[in-house]
């Protein structure tokens, strides 16, 4: 890797050319609340209609690309990304504050779901095609030749979390999907961490140039402004937009996606509190095993995960009384770790400081206070059923280590704490064998609440395969149907076509006879195997 | 089948209730412009609530029931239709205008399609299961035991459609698909026609109480306000909504369902014109059998499908004028028939007199005069590649025996008329083999525009199979992702659960070890067969 592939320049990154802006901003060093060189030029509306006019060019050819043309460039997105090395982990750390073993491990989760997606291109898993015998002799009408494929929607904009500067930014899930889908994509950086952006946008945009692919496969605007990500998802070439981040911020777009003259589907992960259910019998056996695990996946991170478990729901008994004292010693002990920006340090205080003058919980314990600047000083509250049943703001996320335990009076007001709880990404049983009958009862409503169901693990890791479901009811995603982890996630970006008695030398290669491409196939509603890989 | 199976009240029916209510309409013959007897209630906001409250109470123990469970219901309702014997054509007839052997023939696609969707829900595609092994040695942390299923969303508003009184309406195709999903649905009858709503409503309630499901699995609320409607999509326990009309009333009900506190999606099918590309061999080997086939499908059933084809784009030759002479001479010939409602037929006369006074297009022809109340006037007209592109209004739907013929100067004015139209169910290709150039190069335009792609036949007729997609682009639909018809639509209301680590004994079934539905899975990213059925 040459010094230029790793060099900063604070260009915008449109196709293959690196603009500038007028104006510009630049990343923040969490730990030293001191800004970090260089400046980063601030992209705007003119940006993103160049953009989405190269996106939109490239988008037949890139949509025409066989399976493994596409896994291919995937792949070679992955090992540039490998390629860049240990500068890629120092800059991320330096713009989020998240330590080095942390990233390494995001790095290694981001290129290896490139290859899983790369892996399920080949599979057919983007052209899911379908074939249905014509029937010429069918009474009273003959039955046509019909033949189904998936193509992508179009380009895609993706708006990159600050929380997973690599596995959930500009390359990350939802580009992984969108392009592995056969659309363009067009990534709104995260202002948090604009260093990494460039470097990875660097490396996938030498993919696309070694790929031989379209320039417009690939561009990244990066910017502070609200006006930024409002162009790009009101532009008539955009087909469909992920983003993952507040509650408010994927609202705002889906509702300009929803006003547009054609709308467009917005999937937006914003919002979890991850109830975790503590059962009677596994609280009895392990209730200090229990509360380790509890405080070590609510401090990872400085609680910084979608999935982090904010809320605890037990039964009132010994058993719990002893988890807290366990909970409460563990988390008094945890060291305050800094926080990805200033502005989350800042929410994060404020929603612990709701809490504690919310007079609708306790303080049970705080962390240690002696981290420096937008350290995340854990929080642990308690409250009991009827208490969080009557005061919504108790379920409202507060991002970081923050965690509410409810006290249940008995079984019923257990199970009306899990119906009165929001959409989930996950919820969580410990459960021992004699809990199997109240979990019974329970699964039904998590089912409707939640994207994961967990037993005896926290739902902090989310792994990166077929099975995997990160997605859940409003208002965990704005869209319940799919998920944004695992190549389920593909399925976001891809739109059926049929053809009907066309002629076999203007088929698909997908749809066409003898099955060039070796996908499985459904032929008469019988899966067929594809050639093995 | 008793007399009572086949009487009509004119009641609501909520679960297993009648209910009335203070106002109410009849049904109008469209062929004698005449109310018909019995009164039906007008149903409201109240009976909205009541519905609800059902539909949400069966949906727990609706979404549990095995594949076979299921399937069985689906075919009891087919079964329960079949049993209403003649009345139900004779009574679908007097409210549509429709001929007996037109409904006769719906009603088998009716009853084959629930039929299909049992085959369906039998292979496992409501469940389509996913599971992944864990991996407990694998480094640096272990991989867990993750399992995938699918569930119905909750309740399901479906909205049936005026053209086709059985195949889209009570028991039509988004039922079918909703209720395959496991999702409880609460009907919004077409107030055209009342009687054939509750002939078939009853039949499914039938079949509900014969399989031992809860009532609030279906109900059937019929009336002619917006109010209802409006209060059906914005009722938050309705997750997702099935609709067939009109433009205007798609975006309505889209606006309302983004609007909630908790949104979601609206499936609506609405505008189509169906462009028809009579490419140049075609038209000079054929022009005079082209025409026959194209005014065949033009007028069928007074025009008024979905797919009808209300376009026709073509080069300049002498093949197009020997089309169109041929096509006027037909459409001169061809019968007035009777439409659906006298609102249908009043914007008929309309949309066809505003194109006659546009100034944009000239009148080729127009059909016989010689209808009864409300019948169309078939009309077909005329205009250059440049006019069409520059005049928005003469894309606009006409729903009826209406087509527009587009003269284009030379291949890139054709293919820039065709970049030109708006998104569509179908695109037809009239080709021979000395077309295929062309064709290739229309094709992924084409593609980009349209859900189904046919060569050398007409777009009415929709089969009912596992490749077909009755879909497409904005506005053709509100999701692009999806169809409407065929078993691909049952994805249209179901979402993915993840189950991680959970003890075998709490495992849903589709999931479980040892596979004892027998379903197609997928297993570590390989298809395994099921069972045989």
């Not at 690309?65 to 460039?73: D, H, V």
């Not at 330590?99 to 290129?111: D, M, Q, V, W």
């Not at 390359?171 to 470097?199: F, M, Q, R, W, Y």
């Not at 070796?518 to 032929?523: A, F, N, Q, T, Y």
Request: with cysteine.
């Amino acid at each position: 890797m040459n010094a230029n592939a790793t060099s900063l320049t604070g260009a915008i990154l449109i196709g293959a050319r690196d603009l500038a802006a007028d104006r510009s901003f630049r990343a923040v060093d969490p730990a030293r609340d001191s800004a970090i060189e260089p400046a980063f030029a601030e992209a705007g509306p003119a940006h993103v209609a160049e953009a989405a006019a190269l996106a939109a060019a490239a988008f037949p050819a890139y949509r025409a690309t066989a399976p493994e043309a596409r896994a291919a460039f995937l792949e070679a997105i992955a090992s540039e990304i490998e390629a860049l090395g240990d500068v890629l982990v120092e800059r991320a750390g330096l713009e989020s504050g998240l330590p080095a073993a942390r990233l390494t491990g995001e790095r290694a989760r981001t290129t290896g779901q490139l290859r899983l997606f790369a892996s399920w291109v080949r599979a057919g898993g983007a052209d899911e095609p379908r074939l249905d015998s014509p029937q010429p002799e069918r009474k009273p009408l003959p039955r046509a030749d019909l033949r189904l494929r998936h193509i992508g929607v179009g380009p895609v904009a993706v708006f990159g979390a600050s929380n997973f500067p690599l596995a959930f930014s500009v390359a990350g899930g939802d580009t992984a999907s969108a392009l592995a889908a056969g659309c363009p994509v067009i990534v709104k950086g995260h202002p948090a961490h604009p260093g990494t952006s460039e470097l990875v946008g660097r490396a996938i945009r030498r993919a696309v140039a070694a790929c031989g692919l379209p320039e417009g496969v690939f561009s990244l605007l990066t910017g502070t402004s609200h006006e930024l990500g409002s162009a790009l998802v009101a532009d008539p070439r955009i087909a469909a937009v992920g983003f993952t981040g507040s509650r408010a911020g994927g609202l705002a777009l889906a509702r300009i996606a929803a006003g547009r003259e054609v709308p467009i589907p917005v999937y937006a992960e914003m919002s979890s509190i991850n109830p975790v259910f503590l059962l009677p019998e596994a609280l009895a056996s392990r209730a200090e095993a229990l509360a380790a695990g509890f405080v070590g996946s609510l401090t990872l991170g400085a609680g910084q995960f979608c999935t982090n478990p904010g809320l605890v729901i037990a039964l009132d008994s010994p058993g719990l009384d002893r988890f807290l004292a366990a909970a409460s010693a563990a988390l008094g002990g945890a060291p305050a770790a800094t926080m990805l920006t200033p502005g989350i340090a800042r929410a994060y205080a404020g929603g612990v400081a709701a809490l504690e003058e919310s007079g609708a919980a306790q303080t049970l314990a705080r962390g240690r206070a002696d981290g420096g600047a937008n350290a995340c000083r854990p929080a642990l509250f308690v409250t009991d059923g009827a208490a969080f049943r009557a005061t919504p703001a108790l379920a409202r996320e507060v991002f970081g280590a923050s965690a509410l335990v409810v006290r249940c009076a008995d079984v019923e007001d257990l199970l009306a704490v899990a119906r009165a709880v929001e959409g989930q990404l996950t919820a969580t049983l410990q459960l021992d064998e004699g809990d199997h009958a109240l979990a019974a009862a329970l699964l039904p409503v998590l089912e409707e609440k939640a994207g994961r169901i967990l037993a005896n693990g926290w739902p902090t890791g989310v792994e990166v395969c077929h099975a995997m479901v990160h997605g859940g009811p409003f208002p965990a995603t704005s869209d319940v149907r799919t998920t944004s982890v695992g190549t389920l996630a593909i399925r976001r970006f891809l739109r059926p076509v049929c053809y009907q008695d066309l002629p076999a030398a203007l088929l698909p290669a997908a749809v066409a006879d003898g099955n060039p491409l070796g996908l499985p196939r459904l032929v008469d509603g019988a899966a067929q195997p594809g050639a093995a890989p």
